[in-house]
């Protein structure tokens, strides 16, 4: 008999180099930001597109609802599998916008001058959505109430908290980390990490 210590058995959701938690770190760049009412809070499209638009909370609330389950992988080396988040998705966000064909990239702007960029075809994935819920609740202020970027299939630093304005632009244009040696694109699968990786 072989009294060896069991083989943690390896689970194919996880990518390389990434530990499962059941935890849901915190972690971001600068300060949280609080909302007491979100009478002043408005989510901006712009740059290549046909017409500037603003949305209120509500006007999202009142968009179509779609849920999307996901597994987040952070770049610090934690994944967390089975995530339940709610929100609408970017093609329902851009049903009534005209986004100008030579809109190739994206960039996520936030509060506290945090902002990451993603090719238009990530921002548009099936597993990217604006979630405003995360297991049925509000996200919390720590988690990006009351809007934020969930895109799944990259690193989770490109689901960007406290969302408030999208920007359609031709050319790559580094966001935050990205700036400051994160890799450009940062697929999980691949290992993009930093971008002398
Ligand atoms: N606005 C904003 N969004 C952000 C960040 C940030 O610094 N500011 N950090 C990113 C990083 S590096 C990670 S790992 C996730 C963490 O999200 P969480 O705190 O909900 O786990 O948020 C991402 N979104
Ligand atoms: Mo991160």
């Not at 959701?13 to 009478?39: A, C, K, M, S, W």
């Not at 603003?54 to 006007?59: D, K, V």
């Not at 987040?72 to 988040?85: A, D, E, F, Y």
């Not at 995360?134 to 799944?152: D, I, M, Q």
Request: glycine share 6%; proline share 6%; net charge negative.
């Amino acid at each position: 008999m072989y009294f060896g210590k069991p083989k943690k058995t390896h689970n194919a959701n996880i990518p390389p180099g990434q530990q499962e938690t059941t935890r849901f770190p915190v972690l971001h760049h600068g300060n949280v930001p609080y909302y007491r009412d979100l009478e002043e809070w408005t989510l901006t499209i712009d740059g290549l597109v046909d017409e500037k638009m603003t949305y209120t909370y509500q006007q999202l609330l009142d968009m179509p609802q779609t849920r999307l389950q996901n597994d987040i992988h952070c770049v610090t080396g934690w994944s967390k599998l089975n995530n339940m988040w709610e929100g609408i998705t970017p093609k329902d966000l851009l049903s009534s916008i005209k986004v100008n064909d030579s809109a190739k990239f994206v960039v996520l702007h936030a509060e506290e001058e945090f902002s990451t960029n993603l090719p238009i075809q990530d921002f548009l994935h099936e597993k990217t959505l604006l979630a405003h819920s995360y297991e049925g609740k509000p996200l919390t202020p720590e988690h990006g109430f009351p809007l934020r970027a969930v895109v799944s299939h990259l690193y989770f630093w490109k689901s960007a908290k406290w969302l408030r304005r999208i920007e359609f632009v031709a050319e790559e244009q580094l966001g935050f980390w990205e700036k400051n040696g994160y890799h450009h694109y940062g697929n999980p699968w691949k290992e993009e990490r930093y971008s002398w990786s």
